[in-house]
């Protein structure tokens, strides 16, 4: 397929991990799929929130790319994507406004 220059779109139409593969033309596993697609789309839009204001086609691509290769060489409790795997890890996220309020 073709990028279209302005593939955004094209982006916001897809909606499963297979359709997101096939339009960037990166092979899978329907096994690695069957276990991790909601982890891969996860880490693909952390990847692409890391990636500056409008990446390019080929950008995503190799985000995308990178997503699946995470999950294809690891699971999904040591990539901690959610989280309720990164609670089991012991990792807290607390917000900077929560800290240091005033108490009562």
């Known amino acids: ?3 279209n220059p302005d593939f955004a779109e094209e982006m916001e139409a897809l909606e499963s991990a297979e359709e997101f593969l096939q339009y960037f033309g990166i092979p899978f596993s329907p096994r690695v799929l069957a276990v991790h697609r909601l982890h ?18 080929e950008t995503c691509k190799a985000l995308l790319a990178r997503a699946y290769a995470d999950f294809v060489k690891s699971d999904a409790r040591t990539e ?6 990164q609670r089991a890890q012991g990792i807290a996220k607390v917000s ?6 005033a108490r009562s």
């Open 96 to 101: 900077i406004q929560s800290i240091g309020r």
């Open 80 to 85: 901690a994507v959610f989280r309720v795997f």
């Open 1 to 3: 397929m073709t990028p």
């Open 40 to 57: 891969i789309l996860q880490r693909f839009h952390n990847y692409l929130g890391g990636a500056g204001e409008a990446p390019g086609f």
